[in-house]
Protein backbone atom coordinates (compact mmCIF):
# COMPACT_ATOMS: atom_id res chain seq x y z
CA UNK A 1 0.00 0.00 0.00
CA UNK A 2 0.84 3.77 -0.46
CA UNK A 3 2.67 5.82 1.86
CA UNK A 4 0.20 8.43 3.59
CA UNK A 5 1.32 11.27 5.40
CA UNK A 6 -0.87 13.38 7.63
CA UNK A 7 -0.61 16.35 10.21
CA UNK A 8 -0.44 15.12 13.64
CA UNK A 9 -3.07 17.26 15.16
CA UNK A 10 -5.78 19.74 13.83
CA UNK A 11 -8.38 22.22 15.69
CA UNK A 12 -11.78 23.06 14.30
CA UNK A 13 -14.57 25.08 16.07
CA UNK A 14 -17.50 23.69 16.44
CA UNK A 15 -19.89 24.31 13.67
CA UNK A 16 -17.07 25.29 10.85
CA UNK A 17 -16.23 22.96 8.35
CA UNK A 18 -12.95 20.68 9.01
CA UNK A 19 -10.44 19.70 5.75
CA UNK A 20 -8.16 17.30 7.05
CA UNK A 21 -5.39 17.09 4.02
CA UNK A 22 -3.43 13.71 3.39
CA UNK A 23 -0.48 13.19 0.79
CA UNK A 24 -0.44 9.97 -0.81
CA UNK A 25 2.31 10.95 -4.34
CA UNK A 26 3.20 7.11 -4.49
CA UNK A 27 -0.40 6.42 -5.17
CA UNK A 28 -1.09 4.38 -8.03
CA UNK A 29 -3.15 3.60 -10.84
CA UNK A 30 -5.44 1.19 -9.08
CA UNK A 31 -5.50 2.48 -5.47
CA UNK A 32 -8.27 4.32 -3.36
CA UNK A 33 -8.18 6.34 -0.84
CA UNK A 34 -10.46 5.24 2.51
CA UNK A 35 -10.97 7.39 5.61
CA UNK A 36 -11.51 5.98 8.92
CA UNK A 37 -11.71 7.63 12.36
CA UNK A 38 -11.58 6.89 15.41
CA UNK A 39 -12.98 8.26 18.49
CA UNK A 40 -11.72 7.57 21.76
CA UNK A 41 -12.18 4.07 23.64
CA UNK A 42 -14.36 2.97 20.11
CA UNK A 43 -13.87 1.10 17.58
CA UNK A 44 -12.57 2.55 13.98
CA UNK A 45 -15.30 4.21 11.87
CA UNK A 46 -15.41 4.04 8.12
CA UNK A 47 -16.05 7.15 6.79
CA UNK A 48 -15.91 7.30 2.92
CA UNK A 49 -13.55 6.37 -0.12
CA UNK A 50 -12.85 7.14 -3.69
CA UNK A 51 -10.65 6.53 -6.61
CA UNK A 52 -10.56 10.12 -8.60
CA UNK A 53 -13.74 11.71 -8.48
CA UNK A 54 -14.97 13.43 -5.51
CA UNK A 55 -17.13 11.81 -3.29
CA UNK A 56 -19.76 12.86 -1.11
CA UNK A 57 -22.05 10.83 1.78
CA UNK A 58 -24.06 11.74 4.47
CA UNK A 59 -20.72 12.08 7.12
CA UNK A 60 -18.23 13.73 4.51
CA UNK A 61 -17.26 14.70 1.16
CA UNK A 62 -13.60 13.10 -0.14
CA UNK A 63 -11.58 16.06 -2.58
CA UNK A 64 -8.86 14.14 -4.83
CA UNK A 65 -6.72 16.63 -6.71
CA UNK A 66 -6.62 15.62 -10.35
CA UNK A 67 -3.01 13.96 -10.34
CA UNK A 68 -4.16 11.78 -6.75
CA UNK A 69 -1.35 12.66 -5.28
CA UNK A 70 -3.36 14.19 -2.15
CA UNK A 71 -6.92 14.23 -0.71
CA UNK A 72 -8.78 16.26 1.47
CA UNK A 73 -11.53 15.01 3.95
CA UNK A 74 -14.41 17.65 4.36
CA UNK A 75 -16.34 17.16 7.90
CA UNK A 76 -18.99 20.41 6.08
CA UNK A 77 -19.98 21.41 9.86
CA UNK A 78 -17.93 19.85 12.66
CA UNK A 79 -19.55 19.04 15.97
CA UNK A 80 -18.27 18.25 19.00
CA UNK A 81 -18.65 14.28 18.35
CA UNK A 82 -16.87 15.13 15.64
CA UNK A 83 -13.33 14.91 17.80
CA UNK A 84 -11.47 11.64 16.52
CA UNK A 85 -8.16 10.66 15.31
CA UNK A 86 -8.82 10.43 11.40
CA UNK A 87 -6.74 7.88 9.42
CA UNK A 88 -5.96 8.26 5.73
CA UNK A 89 -5.47 4.91 4.21
CA UNK A 90 -4.28 3.95 0.56
CA UNK A 91 -4.71 0.42 -0.46
CA UNK A 92 -6.11 -1.32 -3.15
CA UNK A 93 -9.81 -3.12 -2.75
CA UNK A 94 -9.73 -6.65 -2.12
CA UNK A 95 -11.73 -7.07 -4.95
CA UNK A 96 -9.29 -6.21 -7.40
CA UNK A 97 -6.56 -8.10 -5.62
CA UNK A 98 -7.77 -11.98 -5.75
CA UNK A 99 -5.38 -14.04 -3.85
CA UNK A 100 -4.42 -11.32 -2.45
CA UNK A 101 -4.45 -10.46 1.24
CA UNK A 102 -5.35 -6.27 0.63
CA UNK A 103 -8.06 -6.80 3.27
CA UNK A 104 -5.87 -6.06 5.76
CA UNK A 105 -6.36 -2.52 7.42
CA UNK A 106 -3.30 -0.84 8.69
CA UNK A 107 -3.37 2.56 10.07
CA UNK A 108 -0.63 5.08 10.41
CA UNK A 109 -0.29 7.91 12.97
CA UNK A 110 -4.01 9.92 11.70
CA UNK A 111 -4.73 13.22 12.11
CA UNK A 112 -6.07 14.02 15.79
CA UNK A 113 -8.97 16.36 14.81
CA UNK A 114 -10.09 18.48 18.32
CA UNK A 115 -13.64 20.29 17.79
CA UNK A 116 -14.03 23.21 19.85
CA UNK A 117 -17.04 24.74 21.44
CA UNK B 1 -29.67 -1.93 11.81
CA UNK B 2 -27.25 -3.18 14.67
CA UNK B 3 -23.50 -3.27 14.60
CA UNK B 4 -20.63 -5.46 15.01
CA UNK B 5 -20.98 -6.71 18.76
CA UNK B 6 -17.95 -7.92 20.76
CA UNK B 7 -18.18 -9.55 24.56
CA UNK B 8 -16.93 -8.77 27.01
CA UNK B 9 -16.47 -5.19 26.74
CA UNK B 10 -13.48 -5.34 29.89
CA UNK B 11 -11.55 -8.21 30.57
CA UNK B 12 -9.63 -8.78 33.85
CA UNK B 13 -7.61 -11.41 33.58
CA UNK B 14 -4.32 -12.63 35.40
CA UNK B 15 -1.07 -13.62 33.60
CA UNK B 16 -1.40 -17.64 32.70
CA UNK B 17 -4.96 -17.83 32.71
CA UNK B 18 -7.20 -18.23 29.59
CA UNK B 19 -9.28 -15.49 27.71
CA UNK B 20 -12.23 -15.95 25.45
CA UNK B 21 -13.20 -12.82 23.11
CA UNK B 22 -16.75 -12.89 21.24
CA UNK B 23 -17.52 -11.33 18.19
CA UNK B 24 -21.13 -11.17 16.99
CA UNK B 25 -20.15 -9.81 13.33
CA UNK B 26 -23.64 -7.93 10.95
CA UNK B 27 -26.16 -10.29 10.08
CA UNK B 28 -25.27 -11.44 6.53
CA UNK B 29 -21.79 -10.48 6.62
CA UNK B 30 -19.55 -12.94 5.00
CA UNK B 31 -15.90 -11.46 6.00
CA UNK B 32 -14.89 -11.76 9.44
CA UNK B 33 -11.42 -10.05 10.77
CA UNK B 34 -9.45 -9.93 13.68
CA UNK B 35 -7.32 -6.78 14.70
CA UNK B 36 -5.80 -5.68 18.11
CA UNK B 37 -4.60 -2.44 19.10
CA UNK B 38 -2.21 -1.67 21.92
CA UNK B 39 -1.97 1.92 23.56
CA UNK B 40 -1.20 4.48 20.85
CA UNK B 41 -0.46 2.21 18.84
CA UNK B 42 -1.63 1.12 15.16
CA UNK B 43 -4.34 -1.94 14.02
CA UNK B 44 -2.37 -4.74 13.95
CA UNK B 45 -3.92 -7.84 12.09
CA UNK B 46 -5.01 -11.13 13.57
CA UNK B 47 -7.01 -13.44 11.84
CA UNK B 48 -9.35 -13.23 9.01
CA UNK B 49 -12.40 -15.94 8.09
CA UNK B 50 -14.43 -15.12 4.51
CA UNK B 51 -17.13 -17.50 4.48
CA UNK B 52 -15.91 -21.20 4.08
CA UNK B 53 -12.93 -20.29 2.87
CA UNK B 54 -9.78 -21.47 5.36
CA UNK B 55 -9.22 -18.90 7.39
CA UNK B 56 -5.90 -16.47 7.21
CA UNK B 57 -4.10 -16.83 10.63
CA UNK B 58 -1.18 -15.14 8.97
CA UNK B 59 -1.27 -12.34 11.96
CA UNK B 60 -1.41 -14.41 15.06
CA UNK B 61 0.98 -13.72 17.17
CA UNK B 62 1.80 -16.95 18.88
CA UNK B 63 0.33 -20.52 19.20
CA UNK B 64 -1.66 -19.13 21.98
CA UNK B 65 -3.95 -17.25 20.35
CA UNK B 66 -6.57 -19.11 18.57
CA UNK B 67 -9.67 -18.25 16.58
CA UNK B 68 -12.96 -20.20 15.10
CA UNK B 69 -15.96 -19.18 13.32
CA UNK B 70 -19.07 -21.21 14.10
CA UNK B 71 -21.72 -21.67 11.24
CA UNK B 72 -20.37 -18.76 9.26
CA UNK B 73 -21.61 -16.30 11.83
CA UNK B 74 -19.99 -15.58 15.37
CA UNK B 75 -16.35 -15.84 16.03
CA UNK B 76 -14.26 -16.56 19.01
CA UNK B 77 -10.85 -15.53 19.68
CA UNK B 78 -9.06 -17.58 22.56
CA UNK B 79 -5.72 -16.68 23.90
CA UNK B 80 -4.19 -19.05 25.85
CA UNK B 81 -1.74 -18.83 29.09
CA UNK B 82 -2.19 -15.13 28.45
CA UNK B 83 0.78 -12.72 28.87
CA UNK B 84 1.21 -9.05 29.97
CA UNK B 85 1.97 -8.45 25.96
CA UNK B 86 -1.25 -9.54 24.87
CA UNK B 87 -2.98 -6.60 26.78
CA UNK B 88 -4.66 -4.96 24.40
CA UNK B 89 -8.27 -3.44 22.71
CA UNK B 90 -8.95 -6.35 20.41
CA UNK B 91 -11.72 -5.14 17.76
CA UNK B 92 -13.69 -7.26 15.85
CA UNK B 93 -14.62 -6.17 11.93
CA UNK B 94 -17.20 -7.73 9.22
CA UNK B 95 -17.83 -6.88 5.91
CA UNK B 96 -20.43 -8.13 3.13
CA UNK B 97 -18.09 -9.21 0.28
CA UNK B 98 -15.88 -8.03 -2.41
CA UNK B 99 -18.13 -5.43 -3.98
CA UNK B 100 -17.36 -1.45 -4.31
CA UNK B 101 -20.43 -0.52 -1.42
CA UNK B 102 -20.24 -3.79 0.18
CA UNK B 103 -15.97 -4.57 1.32
CA UNK B 104 -16.26 -1.82 3.82
CA UNK B 105 -15.24 -3.24 6.94
CA UNK B 106 -17.43 -2.57 9.94
CA UNK B 107 -15.49 -2.49 13.19
CA UNK B 108 -17.60 -3.52 16.93
CA UNK B 109 -16.73 -1.56 20.07
CA UNK B 110 -13.88 -3.52 20.81
CA UNK B 111 -12.41 -5.91 24.14
CA UNK B 112 -10.36 -4.27 26.31
CA UNK B 113 -8.08 -6.70 27.53
CA UNK B 114 -5.66 -6.23 30.93
CA UNK B 115 -3.47 -8.99 31.99
CA UNK B 116 -2.00 -8.63 35.13
Known amino acids: DAKTTQPPSMDCAEGRAANLPCNHSTISGNEYVYWYRQIHSQGPQYIIHGLKNNETNEMASLIITEDRKSSTLILPHATLRDTAVYYC??????????????????FGKGTLLTVNP | GAGVSQSPSNKVTEKGKDVELRCDPISGHTALYWYRQSLGQGLEFLIYFQGNSAPDKSGLPSDRFSAERTGGSVSTLTIQRTQQEDSAVYLC??????????????FGPGTRLLVL
Open chain 2, 93 to 106: ASSRSFSRTQETQY
Open chain 1, 89 to 106: IVRVPPRLNSGGSNYKLT
